[in-house]
């Protein structure tokens, strides 16, 4: 296969079988050989923090990995599905597997204890201040 091809096959295949979906919810969105969940991101004016909700339909706990390495906030992990039908005097097992990550830029200065991190129902919450302690406004003096 020519890297012509493959690069359309790669494009359409995104366009046509752009998710993944599981009882109406959007779970992994499929790029190339690449996933990545989905993410809705909220940030709270008045608690000055933000959150970030990924959606990761019939993942538990132990499936996901969260990391903060300098700025970066990095979920990532795997897919693991297997089903076994028999219908009709047929027997069909499928089974698919993914790796995802998502990485998110966060603010200086957010320690990891500052980080609120909560998983149920397939949704993975994280939670942070806005700005570290370094990066609040400070008022000066005019001299």
């Known amino acids: 296969m020519s890297l012509f091809d493959k690069l359309f096959?790669?494009?359409?295949?995104?366009?046509?079988?752009?998710?993944h979906n599981t009882e109406g919810n959007t779970a992994l969105?499929?790029?190339?050989d690449r996933a990545f969940p989905g993410m809705d991101l909220h940030e709270n004016a008045e608690t000055k923090t933000?959150?970030?909700?990924?959606?990761?339909?019939?993942?538990?706990q132990q499936?996901?990995?969260?990391?903060?390495?300098?700025?970066?906030?990095?979920?990532f992990g795997e897919s693991k599905r297997s089903e076994n039908y028999d219908k009709g005097g047929y027997v069909m097992q499928e089974r698919s597997y993914s790796k995802f990550s998502r990485t998110l830029q966060i603010p200086q200065g957010i320690k990891t204890e500052d980080f609120h991190v909560m998983m149920e129902n397939?949704?993975?919450?994280?939670?942070?201040?806005?700005?570290?302690?370094?990066?609040?406004p400070r008022r000066v003096t005019i001299a």
């Open 29 to 32: 969105t499929h790029r190339g």
């Open 122 to 136: 397939g949704v993975l919450t994280v939670s942070f201040p806005k700005a570290g302690p370094d990066q609040q």
């Open 63 to 75: 499936d996901v990995n969260v990391e903060v390495h300098g700025n970066r906030l990095t979920i």
């Open 50 to 60: 933000v959150t970030a909700t990924f959606k990761l339909p019939g993942l538990k």
């Open 9 to 19: 096959d790669d494009a359409f295949s995104a366009r046509l079988h752009p998710s």
